[in-house]
């Protein structure tokens, strides 16, 4: 089988010139930036830190669902890929460390504007809060319950995903298939804690921004939107390495899959939209109208309008025909502009509850981008290091050989 790896299977870090430390260096300054934002307007700060710490989360949660639903499926197609999936897995420590900021023993009185349940002058005489307060704070004067679903949710990300990419790294050095036999039967329970984690990480840090809301769709919608964006960085990976002369090995039958799969969750993330609005449209109780409500402004609604068709009809209509899939410009496009629109999803989340108009001011249009480009940056720089601590692909899977010949 090794006699058919092509030769060019790991990538140097001298390949990449001064592409981390420029990536390091801008995101430390982006942080810098963040930070003086902080001292400036807090407020803004908060809505700031979480948009862009999510954009980089659901990406990342949403390849460790395809990375362990691949396992769980026994897949053959994706050997050639799915190291990719393992190296944006492996940054999730770095995203745990992003989110102190958020931390209520951190930002203290700062994210009583961001989550007002953390505030008692809010929730005192609320009965509406009364009604759940067993959920935040589990009657307890401090958010006790909302540490330990954080540390549940970062422990699957980061010692699970750690865990399969080790295991995975194992196999290129002894090329045991007991590996992919453990990993596959793993997996089986991890889709599980997966589930509980995008779901109640997507409650716990969108949701309760207004506490009183609720929709029983919240965590298949947030789940819909990284796994179809997880998939479309997916794509611009592969074309990217393979564009600079590796994974030579990853054909156009690669990308179809690839292509189809992000056409099945454009449809599968629409489906669970419109499910959710119909539903608190039907029923017309006024705690859940209230999500639509402030986002069916006249500042608002023409970006609410601009998701049924950025997310939906655009993304449906482009990767529709099966050329769209394997020529690889349009399916970067298709990629790069799902990408783009899921941000538009979550920025369409977030910062209503902050703004009344979807254009900042200047200064917050500032702190957005410092936010963005200091995760975005580090967690690039992170992932890029990544890439050259390990085979490009596992070159001892022994599925690698139906991979490699792949017909679909």
């Known amino acids: 089988m090794e006699a058919k790896v092509q030769d060019r299977v790991s990538l140097k870090k001298e390949d990449l010139g001064g592409t981390i430390t420029a990536l390091w260096v801008i995101g430390i300054i982006g942080l810098i930036g963040a930070a003086i934002g902080c001292h400036l307007n807090p407020k803004a700060f908060n809505f700031s830190w979480l948009f862009s710490f999510m954009v980089f989360y659901t990406m990342a949660a949403g390849c460790f669902f395809w990375l362990i639903v691949q396992h769980a499926t026994n897949s053959g197609w994706n050997t050639l890929v799915r190291r990719q999936l393992e190296n944006v897995v492996g ?5 745990a460390l992003f989110f102190i900021p958020l931390l209520p023993i951190v930002g203290g009185d700062r994210l009583h504007s961001l989550w007002p349940w953390l505030d008692p002058a809010v929730t005192d005489h609320d009965p509406l809060y009364h009604a759940k307060a067993g959920y935040f704070t589990m009657g307890f004067d401090w958010p006790a319950f909302f540490y330990v679903r954080l540390a549940f949710y970062f422990t699957t990300f980061v010692l699970v995903g750690a865990w399969f990419r080790r295991r995975s790294l194992q196999q ?11 990993m596959r039967k793993t997996s089986y329970g991890v889709i599980a804690l997966f589930a509980i984690s995008i779901s109640f990480s997507a409650i716990d840090w969108m949701m309760s921004m ?8 919240w965590g298949v919608y947030i789940f819909a939107g990284s796994a179809g964006s997880a998939m479309a960085l997916l794509a611009i990976i592969l074309h990217a390495l393979k564009a600079k002369g590796y994974l030579q090995l990853v054909t156009e039958e690669h990308f179809h ?30 705690e859940e109208t209230i999500f639509y409500k402030i986002r069916n402004t006249p500042e608002w609604f023409p970006l609410s309008i601009g998701l049924l068709l950025g997310h939906f009809i655009i993304p449906f209509l482009w990767l529709l ?9 349009r399916l970067i496009a298709g990629a790069s502009w799902m990408i783009f629109i899921h941000m538009c999803d979550l920025y369409w989340i977030i910062m209503p509850v902050y703004q009344k108009s979807p254009i900042p001011d200047w200064k917050h249009f500032l702190l ?5 480009l200091g ?7 992170v992932f890029l290091r990544n890439l050259t601590k390990a085979n490009l692909y596992p070159v001892k ?3 690698l050989d139906e991979s490699i010949h792949l017909k679909n």
């Open 375 to 381: 995760i975005g940056c580090i967690i690039a720089a």
């Open 368 to 372: 957005n981008g410092s936010c963005l």
């Open 257 to 286: 899959i690839v292509g189809k799969l992000m056409f099945a969750f454009t449809i599968f993330w629409s489906y669970i939209a419109f499910s959710q609005f119909m539903l608190i449209w039907y029923a017309n109780i006024p």
């Open 210 to 217: 207004d506490y009183r809301w609720y929709s029983t769709m």
């Open 172 to 182: 290129d050095s002894d090329g045991h298939p007991i590996h992919s036999v453990v």
């Open 397 to 399: 899977d022994p599925r």
């Open 91 to 95: 940054v999730f420590p770095y995203l």
């Open 321 to 329: 025909g099966q050329a769209a899939k394997k020529t690889p410009w």
